[in-house]
Structures are given as structure tokens and as C-alpha cells.
């Protein structure tokens, strides 16, 4: 307000009406200055201030959505998740079903979208492995998805069967006797290890001198150890039975051939290789069913990686000290 | 101003009623849509311009499908899966075919026959030659027959497609008896289907599109395969109506 | 002293300021808050413990030496018990390999159990207890809501209040309103930039005492509208906006006592609001829209308050009947942010208005009460001290630094006066050196709290 408009005006003068005087004063160059522009920018200020501050709640709704059939805790259940679970559950069009068995079902949705929620709350895929493997699968089966989409061409899968051709072989085959000198047990007390070498190795002699198998035990005390007596065994058979130790040495021996004694926490072991087949490449024509489940196990697998390579370029990962990947 | 003012006005009027029939188109059940004219236009119109956008890339502009990609002809009422209802549509599109969604079409593959050794090219052109004879088409009959015997024996097809050759749409496998191949029915198409076998996919629209334009694309493909007046008779009496197979 | 050189003083005692502070307090007063909900069925009562990471670190190398989700289970389990009819009920083991604290997922930055009380059937005259971190932060305060059936009451649980009876399971009495006008209280009382706030308030309008009814009604105004915006459905983006907001109001109020004084007011009511925009465009280029928007905002609403409040002449803000009501508008921006503290504090409950209305109006009238007390005694004890100094024979001063050309020459007390001048100013317009080194350090303070809390 200026002076000018404080200085008392002659009552008999003809004064301009209440909203004349608003819009004169409004419109007075100096009353805009001292006013109207703080007033802006007090007004646009706490509106800009208060759009940073503040933002309107999420109101729950109250209403199930249209296109669901239920609210969980503000999650929906899909119709259409809800006819489709009614038609498996009991197989016959949605139409065909009772009121009664289309409430079960939903009962029994509301029920799992429950426990699914409790299940985030207890954050299980943090805790629970099944959880974890579950939805890690899942991502790997989405990102695979597009692949498996082109069929490989025979050369592909040629390519393939020579790059593994190693890996495609018909098994081979080894008919053994795995013979074991126990020692230092309750029954073998006075047999030491050294002992225990020493006549396994007179054993062996003989036995590559032509002397009989069972003449050999019973001399020297060896006992068959049991795990490869009941005849010819497949390679991978003979693998989880003779165990990593023992195996590879199988492996090496030809028919007729005796190994040297072999150590192991059970005893010192003698295998005699009676009969040995051993494993040759398959033709391409004989395997090509599993090439194909291969070429599709790698491609998923290259899909995967692929997918984790961009992952990892996303993601912030921190290793504690001394750590390393 | 008064202009200005009446415009404003006709395009509130115009937006809550596209709010309100689009309200009802998702409130329905899928099928129930059929029976309000009203809604199966608006969705029409909703859905029009989003299928050229997202779909006719591959079902081309007039839904007529691709062969070279296998994308099936949408206008012909034969349905890989499901039996062309707007809920089995909706599926479809919802959830796509073979995405690695747990809850996508996904559970018969063809297997390459020829791929993976279990048929030779001439049993498979055996076999060719029964489908072609199964549509009474032009066909060499001794291998025809030669072809029957795969069929029901070392190839097993009936297993899928069934002993009637009719196929099983619960499992996405499909009708050999109808003359309609997603992936082309000259005889050297079906040479390589049965040699290289199929795995098509079609992506899962849920997330990228709203619930509502699923459901509007949904009756848009179900009133574009069912150009026939009896439309909405079938719908009024049947909420998940079945079409008959050609 | 030249004019550079009380500018450099002004800026060094800001930036001491800024320094000394730091470790008092960068974050806001943070309310030691945790929640808890008690379930009452037939025969257990199910506890969800709700407790902030940060409110759990105080645990972290006395109770608990390293903080681990298992141990702060084990410290709950031991810190909590229920009993019925007088008979302890025993936390149950819940299975698999959970034993007999759950802990469950319950949001960002929050840590949350789930502990089983079984007691013999059927449950009567219960009693909670809950003795959670109250022996280390004695200022503690749990939310609780006690549910049986479909019936829910609130209830809290203090130092001093530590267990709840609940003689009838179908009535469980809620806490007292007079429970949340001792926590509004408190929040005000123990909180340094209420504290700050207030006195620079007061600062402002010391010289017109009835101004300070001005200010009160301003408060009362802006936690009116507080609560009708809770209901509205307005909510908090991020506590420490708020914080830094009240920052900036401090400092906004403490450069509308000094700026008259300048000789160049410009400083204070140009450089100010430029300095916020400046800031809000770092802030717009580090990508943080809350911080850009707040700086933003404060700008202009700075630029707008300092120049409106400027009449020509006039040597205290708000001289002129209009510009003396616009000096409570900070007053009431201060009132409506503070009024959403409760709703900060109980946002992880997640509780519409309707069931925290009674809490929000008892908290709200607690820290008006607690304001106005302070303004009371302030103002009764400036009061006593005008006419200890009349009586005194202490007469005006002038400015002590008119030479530096910053100030002034007749605003401030002579060197001379010093002392008198560092008491109290009796003439309405004119300030005293104490004031204006109040208003500088507070200033000061508000710049760092509105900086410090938006980077952090």
C-alpha cells in the first residue's frame, strides 16, 4: 500500500466502488512489485517444495479390479487363472462345472496366493534351496526359450557330434576281481602296512608268475573285496563301484593283466582284470537322438550364460578381503 | 468459448463411457463378452490398431498367418490350442506358447524324426504321403499305406495327433485331417516338419500389454474367425462356446 | 574492520558452526521407534517385532556384540514374554528350521520376527511385556496393536511403561491420549532443530511480543492442515527431505532478523535464495529430483518471504501489518511438515488415517504444547531481563561494527557497550550484537542441517 492511498479522501468525493479499488490496487505497477511477485514466488516455492516432499498415498483398493476374480492383500487373482485352475482341476469346460466346485477352486487359490505371500515374508528364496532352484530355473527357461525356437540343421548337429566325439562312445566293458589285504582291524591286529605292502607284492609276483588266483588269497590272506564280483560290470558301473582311487587303475589294465598294490583306507588292494572290452566311438547314425539332447543342453546352457554375462554387467557385486570368484 | 467448452464436455462424455465399457469388458467372463454387441465393438475397435502393432508382424495384417514362421492362420476356426473361445484366445495371448512361463502352451513338441534318427527320408516321405491321403490329396498309395504302418507303429504318431489323426487341442497338437498346416502343407513342408521337427513359440503379452487389451484383442481374433451371425446366439447360450471345426 | 572482513567473520562463523555441529547432529533427532503387533488367538498370541536397522545398530557391540539377524531373534526373545492368568506362556519352536524366532521380510532398512507364545487355553487376564532396547535407549518407544479377533487396539510401551495388562482379551484398553502428548513433548524437547527453530522464531519477533501469538497461531494452523492433508492421503516422500526442509526454515527465519541490519540486505535476500537455486541445479545434475525440487522450491519461497517482508525503511522483518502476518508463515510451513512426524514413525505399520487419528492429534497437541511453553517462558523471561535493564540503567547501544560497512552504522551497539549491547536491546527496532550473532549462528546451522541432510 503507498502513502498516496492512505491520505484521506473528501467523503463528498465520488469514491470508486470496493472492487474498483481491488482492481486498481491489483494493477498498480507498484503494488505488483512489493506484493504479487513475492506472493508468486512464495506460492509457486512451497508448491515446488511440496512436490518434492510429499506424494499422495497408495489407497488400497476396496474393490476387486475388473478382469480378477479376487483380492489377496491387494493381489489379484487373474479370470482367467481362475477358469483355467477350475478346467484342470476338473476337467471339463468352465461352464460345466457347479458353483460349488468353481468355490473350491477359489478357495483353494486364495489359499495358495496366501501361503505365497507368507513365503515372500519369510523370505524363502533367500533361506529355502527348492525355492531358489525353482525360480532360478524358471529365469533359465525363459531366457532359453527363443532359442530352442530354430530346429538345428544335421550339420549343426554333425559339427556338434565331431566337436564331443570323444563324449559319444559305446561303453566299454571289464570283468575284474578287486582282491584286498586288510590290515590293523581288530581281526588283521598283528598285520601292519608295511607288512600288508610287502606281501602284496610277493602276491602280485606270483600271480604274474602264473600262480592261481585262489591259491594266491588264500596264501597271502587276501579276501575279495566284493564290489566288482558279480561279473562283467559296464565302465560306469565299475566307476561307482571301485571308486576314484581304484577305477583309473582298473582302467589301465588289459585282459590277463595285474595291477600293482594299491592303498586304501580299507586295505591294500590287488585288481586282476579277467576280461576287458574297451569303449569306441559310436557312428554319428547311432547317437544323433542324444547329439540332438546335447546341442539343445548347450545351447540352454549358452543362453544361460549369456543371460548371467549381461547380469553380471548390471549388477554391483563386492567380494569381502580375500575373496575371489 | 462456448466452443471450447462443448468440446471439453463431448470428450468427458466420450472418455467415461470408453471407461465404462471397458470396466464391463474386463468385469465379463471371457465369453459372456459375446453377448453385449456393444462391448464386442468397442473391443474391436480397441484392439484393431494394437494388433497391427504387436501382431501382424508375424499373423500378417490380415491375420492370414505366415507358414515360413509358423504362424497359424488366425480367420480359419482351426485351433492349435484350445477351441477358439475368447478365454482360450485370451490364454494364448496371456501367456504365449512355449515362452518358459510355467503357465504357457507348452506341453507336446514335434520331435525331428529325421534329426534324431528315428525315421529314415524314405519312411518320412512315407509318411508324407499318408497325410497327403488323409486330406485326399494326390498321393502315391503304396507309400501311403507304407506310411500308415509308421504312423500307428515305429513312429507313434497317434500318440499325439491321435489314432484318428484328428489331433488333441489340450495338447497343441494338431488336426492332420483338416488341410490346415501352420508351417506349409506342400509335401516338402511336411517333409522338413517331420525331419526337423517343430518348436514355434509366440511370446506371453502379459506385462507388455494391459489386461484389458488382451481381452480386447482376444474377441478382436474371436469375431474376425467367426464372421457368421450366429455369434452372439452361440454366446448367449454357451458362456465358453465352442465353434465347430472345419 | 573493512566490510570484507565481517563478511569473512560472518561466513567463518558459519562454517564453525557447521564444524561443531557435525557431530551432534548431521541426521535429525532420530526417534528411537520400533513395532510391534500381538496377535491374540484361542490359545497363543503370535508377536511380529518390527525394528529399524538403524534402531538395531544401538544394540550392535553392547547387547549384542556383532549384529547378526539370529542374535537380534535370540535378544528379542529374551526381551519379551507373555503371560495369562499369571502363567508364563513359553515361545514355541515354529518348525523346520526356524526355531522360535521367525524372522521375516518386512521392507527396506527394517529387520522383522515373528515369535509364538502358546498359553493354556483359554486366554485370560493377559499381560505383554516388552523390554526391548529400553535399557539402552531409554528415550525408546514401541508402537504396539493388539489384535484378537477382528478387534485391534494401540497401545505403547516406554521405559517407564514396560508391561501391558490386558485383564478382558475382547477389551483391550488402548493407550491414553495423554500417552502421545507426553511423546509430541517429548519429540519437541529433545529434538535440536524444533529447539533452533523455536528460538529463531522468537528472535524474529522478540521486539513485538504479541507477534508471538502470531507465530503459536501460525503452528496451530499449519498442524491443522497437517492432519486434514494426512487424511487427504498426502504422505512423506523421505523423512530427511523434511528434516532439511526445517533446516531451511531456520535459516529463512535467521536471515529475516538479520537482514535489516545489513547495510546491504541484499546479501541476505538475493544471495540466499540464489544460493538454494544454485544448490538445486547440482542437484538437478546429480539426478536427485527430491533434493532439486526442495532446493528449488525453498528458493523461491525464500526469495518471495525475504522480499515481501522487506519494507523500505524498516530495520525488523515485517514491519506494516500485512508483512507482520507473513513473518508466521514459516511458522506455519514448520507446523505442517512437523505434523507428518508421527505419520514418519508409524509409516512401516502402514496404518490408515482413521486408525491413528486419536495418536496423530495427541502428538500434535503435545509438541504445540511444548512450543508454546517455550514461547512462554521465552517470553516472560525476556520480560524480566527489559526490566532488570531499565532498572539496570543500561541504555541503547549502537552497532559496533558501523565502520565495517556491513552493518548498519546506527543498528548496532557501540565497542564500548559491548556488554550492555550483549544483554537485551529495549528499543523495538534495532537489534543487538547477541541477536544478530544468534541469528548468524543459527543461520549457519540451518544451511548445514538443509545440506547435510539432503547428501545423507
Given at each position: 500500500?503507498?502513502d498516496a ?17 481491488l482492481?486498481?490496487r491489483?494493477l498498480?505497477?507498484?503494488t505488483r ?6 506472493a508468486?514466488g512464495?506460492?509457486?516455492?512451497l ?10 498415498a497408495a ?7 475388473p478382469?480378477?476374480?479376487a483380492?489377496?492383500?491387494q493381489?489379484?487373482i ?15 469346460g468352465?461352464?460345466?462345472?457347479t ?5 473350491h477352486?477359489?478357495?483353494e ?9 507368507r513365503?515372500?515374508s519369510?523370505?524363502?528364496p ?10 532360478a530355473?524358471?529365469?533359465?527357461a525363459?531366457v532359453?526359450?527363443?532359442?530352442l525356437?530354430?530346429?538345428p ?6 559339427t556338434f557330434?565331431d566337436?564331443?566325439?570323444?563324449k ?12 584286498v589285504m586288510h590290515?590293523?582291524t ?11 605292502e ?8 606270483q ?12 596264501h597271502?590272506?587276501?579276501v ?11 565302465d560306469?558301473?565299475?566307476k ?7 577305477y ?19 586295505g591294500v ?5 579277467l576280461q576287458?572290452?574297451?569303449p569306441?566311438?559310436?557312428?554319428f ?7 540332438y539332447s ?5 545351447q ?8 548371467l ?5 548390471q ?7 580375500g575373496q575371489s570368484? | ?7 471439453a ?15 464391463q469388458l474386463?468385469a465379463?467372463f ?5 453377448a453385449?454387441?456393444?462391448l ?21 495384417e ?5 507358414t ?18 475368447v478365454?482360450d ?8 506358447v ?9 506341453v507336446?513338441?514335434?520331435?525331428g ?11 518320412i516321405?512315407?509318411?508324407v504321403q499318408?497325410?497327403?491321403?488323409l486330406?485326399d490329396?494326390p498321393?502315391?498309395a ?25 489331433g488333441?487341442s489340450?495338447?497343441g ?16 513342408s ?7 521337427g517343430?518348436?514355434?513359440i509366440?511370446?506371453a503379452?502379459?506385462g ?7 481381452r ?6 474371436y ?6 451371425p ?6 448367449s ?7 465347430s471345426?472345419? | ?7 569473512a ?9 557447521a ?13 528411537g ?9 484361542s490359545?497363543?498370541?503370535?508377536l511380529r517385532?518390527v ?7 544401538r544394540?550392535?557391540g ?7 539377524v539370529?542374535k537380534?531373534?535370540?535378544?528379542l ?5 507373555v503371560t495369562a ?7 514355541i ?8 524366532v ?8 527394517l ?12 486366554i485370560?487376564?493377559?499381560v ?6 529400553f ?6 518407544v514401541?508402537?504396539?496393536?493388539i489384535?484378537a ?47 533452533c527453530?523455536?528460538?529463531v522464531a ?5 521486539h513485538r511480543?504479541r ?11 499449519g498442524y491443522?492442515?497437517a492432519?486434514?492433508?494426512?487424511a487427504g492421503?498426502l ?5 530427511a ?16 532478523a538479520?537482514a ?6 541484499v546479501?541476505?535476500?538475493r ?15 546429480l ?20 522480499a ?8 525488523t ?7 507482520g ?11 505442517f ?5 508421527l505419520q ?12 491413528r487419528?486419536?495418536m496423530a ?6 509438541a ?10 521465552a ?16 541504555g ?5 561494527m558501523?565502520?565495517s560497512?556491513l ?19 529495549t ?18 546451522l540451518g ?5 547435510t541432510?539432503?547428501?545423507?
Amino acid at each position: 500500500m503507498t502513502d498516496a492511498t492512505l491520505v484521506k479522501q473528501p467523503r463528498a468525493a465520488a469514491r470508486p466502488g470496493r472492487f474498483a479499488r481491488l482492481r486498481r490496487r491489483l494493477l498498480d505497477e507498484r503494488t505488483r512489485l512489493e506484493w504479487m511477485l513475492p506472493a508468486g514466488g512464495i506460492i509457486i516455492g512451497l508448491a515446488v517444495a511440496g512436490a518434492g516432499l510429499f506424494r499422495p498415498a497408495a489407497r488400497p483398493t476396496i474393490a476387486v479390479p475388473p478382469g480378477y476374480v479376487a483380492l489377496v492383500n491387494q493381489k489379484g487373482i487373474l479370470t482367467s487363472d481362475f477358469i483355467a485352475q477350475t478346467q484342470a482341476e476338473t476337467g471339463v469346460g468352465f461352464n460345466q462345472t457347479t458353483q460349488a466346485k468353481r468355490r473350491h477352486v477359489l478357495r483353494e487359490m486364495i489359499d495358495e496366493e496366501l501361503l505365497v505371500q507368507r513365503a515372500l515374508s519369510l523370505d524363502l528364496p533367500e533361506t529355502t534351496t527348492e525355492v531358489r532352484d525353482a525360480m532360478a530355473a524358471a529365469v533359465n527357461a525363459q531366457v532359453a526359450a527363443p532359442l530352442l525356437e530354430i530346429e538345428p540343421t544335421d550339420e549343426e548337429l554333425r559339427t556338434f557330434y565331431d566337436r564331443h566325439r570323444a563324449k559319444y562312445t559305446i561303453g566299454g566293458t571289464m570283468t575284474l576281481r578287486d582282491l584286498v589285504m586288510h590290515y590293523g582291524t581288530y581281526a588283521d591286529a598283528d598285520q601292519s602296512l608295511p607288512q600288508a605292502e610287502s606281501d602284496a607284492a610277493e602276491a602280485v609276483y606270483q600271480l604274474r608268475s602264473g600262480a592261481a588266483i585262489d591259491y594266491v588269497m588264500e596264501h597271502f590272506g587276501f579276501v575279495d573285496s566284493g564290489r566288482v564280483s558279480d561279473g562283467e560290470e559296464l565302465d560306469f558301473a565299475a566307476k561307482i563301484h571301485l571308486g576314484a582311487k581304484l577305477y583309473p587303475v582298473a582302467t589301465a589294465l588289459n585282459a590277463g593283466q595285474i595291477s600293482d598294490p594299491v592303498v586304501t583306507a580299507d586295505g591294500v588292494h590287488v585288481l586282476v582284470m579277467l576280461q576287458r572290452q574297451l569303449p569306441r566311438p559310436a557312428p554319428f547314425s547311432a547317437v544323433r537322438d542324444q547329439v540332438y539332447s546335447d546341442f539343445r543342453a548347450e545351447q540352454k546352457q549358452r543362453a544361460s550364460e549369456e543371460n548371467l554375462r549381461i547380469l553380471r554387467s548390471q549388477a554391483q557385486i563386492l567380494l569381502a578381503p580375500g575373496q575371489s570368484e | 468459448m462456448l466452443l471450447a467448452a462443448g468440446g471439453a464436455a463431448l470428450a468427458g462424455i466420450r472418455h467415461a463411457q470408453r471407461q465404462r465399457l471397458a470396466t464391463q469388458l474386463l468385469a465379463s467372463f471371457p465369453d459372456a463378452v459375446l453377448a453385449h454387441p456393444s462391448l464386442v465393438r468397442f473391443a474391436v475397435a480397441e484392439a484393431r490398431p494394437l494388433f497391427k502393432a504387436n501382431c501382424a508382424v508375424c499373423h500378417g495384417e490380415n491375420m492370414h498367418g505366415n507358414t515360413a514362421i509358423g504362424a497359424p492362420n488366425l480367420t480359419d476356426q482351426v485351433w492349435l490350442y484350445g477351441d477358439g473361445t475368447v478365454y482360450d484366445i485370451e490364454r494364448t495371448i496371456l501367456y504365449g506358447v512355449r515362452t518358459g512361463l510355467s503357465k504357457t502352451r507348452n506341453v507336446t513338441d514335434m520331435p525331428g524324426y529325421g534329426l534324431r534318427g528315428r525315421l529314415t527320408s524314405g519312411q518320412i516321405d512315407d509318411v508324407v504321403q499318408y497325410l497327403l491321403k488323409l486330406n485326399d490329396r494326390p498321393h502315391r498309395a503304396e507309400a501311403a499305406e507304407e506310411g500308415r504302418a509308421l504312423y500307428y507303429g515305429l513312429a507313434n504318431c497317434g500318440d499325439c495327433h491321435g489314432s484318428d489323426a484328428r489331433g488333441d487341442s489340450d495338447y497343441g497338437s494338431p488336426d492332420l485331417t483338416v488341410n490346415v498346416w501352420n508351417s506349409g502343407g506342400d509335401p516338402q513342408s511336411l517333409y522338413r516338419s517331420i525331419y526337423f521337427g517343430r518348436h514355434r513359440i509366440m511370446p506371453a503379452w502379459v506385462g507388455k500389454l494391459t489386461f484389458e487389451q488382451i481381452r480386447a484383442l482376444a474377441v478382436y481374433v474371436y469375431s474376425e474367425s467367426h464372421p457368421s451371425p450366429s455369434r452372439e446366439t452361440n454366446a448367449s447360450t454357451s458362456q465358453t462356446a465352442s465353434p465347430s471345426r472345419s | 574492520m573493512g566490510g570484507r572482513g565481517a563478511l569473512a567473520l560472518l561466513l567463518g562463523l558459519a562454517g564453525w558452526v557447521a564444524c561443531a555441529a557435525r557431530p551432534l547432529s548431521v541426521h535429525a533427532a532420530e526417534a528411537g521407534v520400533s513395532y510391534s503387533t500381538w496377535i491374540v488367538s484361542s490359545d497363543t498370541v503370535m508377536l511380529r517385532f518390527v525394528l529399524p536397522a538403524a534402531e538395531a545398530n544401538r544394540l550392535a557391540g553392547s547387547a549384542i556384540p556383532v549384529l547378526t539377524v539370529s542374535k537380534l531373534g535370540d535378544y528379542l526373545l529374551e526381551h519379551t514374554a507373555v503371560t495369562a492368568s499369571g502363567r508364563d506362556c513359553p515361545a514355541i519352536d515354529q518348525g523346520y528350521d526356524l526355531g522360535r524366532v521367525d524372522p521375516v521380510r518386512v521392507g527396506a532398512e527394517l529387520y522383522g520376527f515373528e515369535i509364538v507364545f502358546r498359553c493354556s487355553a483359554p486366554i485370560r487376564s493377559l499381560v505383554l511385556e516388552n523390554r526391548a532396547l529400553f535399557d539402552r535407549v531409554p528415550g525408546h518407544v514401541d508402537f504396539a496393536r493388539i489384535e484378537a479377533g477382528r478387534r485391534f487396539t494401540d497401545q505403547l510401551f516406554t521405559a517407564g511403561r514396560q508391561r501391558v495388562r490386558i485383564p478382558n482379551i475382547s477389551d483391550a484398553p488402548a493407550a491414553s491420549l495423554g500417552a502421545y502428548v507426553r511423546l509430541g513433548i517429548g519429540h519437541v524437547l529433545r529434538d535440536a532443530g524444533r529447539l533452533c527453530f523455536l528460538t529463531v522464531a522468537l528472535l524474529v519477533v522478540m521486539h513485538r511480543p504479541r507477534r508471538i501469538l502470531l507465530i503459536i497461531a501460525g503452528l496451530v494452523g499449519g498442524y491443522a492442515v497437517a492432519l486434514a492433508a494426512d487424511a487427504g492421503g498426502l504422505v512423506v516422500s523421505n523423512r530427511a527431505l523434511i528434516e532439511a526442509f526445517i533446516g531451511c526454515l531456520i535459516a529463512l527465519y535467521a536471515l529475516a532478523a538479520i537482514a535489516p541490519q545489513l547495510a546491504r540486505p541484499v546479501i541476505a535476500t538475493r544471495g540466499w535464495p540464489l544460493l538454494l537455486l544454485a544448490l538445486a541445479i547440482v542437484a538437478a545434475g546429480l539426478r536427485a529430483a527430491g533434493p532439486a525440487l526442495l532446493l528449488a522450491g525453498g528458493g523461491l519461497l525464500s526469495a518471495g518471504f525475504l522480499a515481501a517482508i522487506r519494507r523500505p525503511g524498516a530495520r525488523t522483518p515485517g514491519a506494516g501489518a500485512s508483512a507482520g502476518i507473513l513473518l508466521a508463515l514459516p511458522a506455519v510451513i514448520f507446523g505442517f511438515l512437523d505434523g507428518f512426524t508421527l505419520q514418519s514413525l508409524l509409516a512401516p505399520l502402514e496404518l490408515a488415517f482413521s486408525s491413528r487419528v486419536r495418536m496423530a492429534i495427541g502428538y500434535d497437541l503435545g509438541a504445540l504444547l511444548a512450543e508454546a511453553g517455550i514461547f512462554a517462558i521465552a517470553a516472560g523471561a525476556v520480560a524480566l531481563a527489559s526490566g532488570f535493564m531499565r532498572a539496570g540503567g543500561f541504555g541503547r547501544a549502537d552497532g559496533v561494527m558501523r565502520s565495517s560497512g556491513l552493518m548498519r552504522s546506527s543498528d548496532l551497539m557501540r565497542p564500548g557497550d559491548l556488554l550492555a549491547g550483549l544483554a537485551v536491546q529495549t528499543a523495538a527496532t534495532r537489534r543487538t550484537l547477541l541477536e544478530v550473532l544468534t541469528a548468524a549462528i543459527l543461520a549457519g546451522l540451518g544451511t548445514f542441517w538443509l545440506v547435510t541432510r539432503l547428501h545423507t
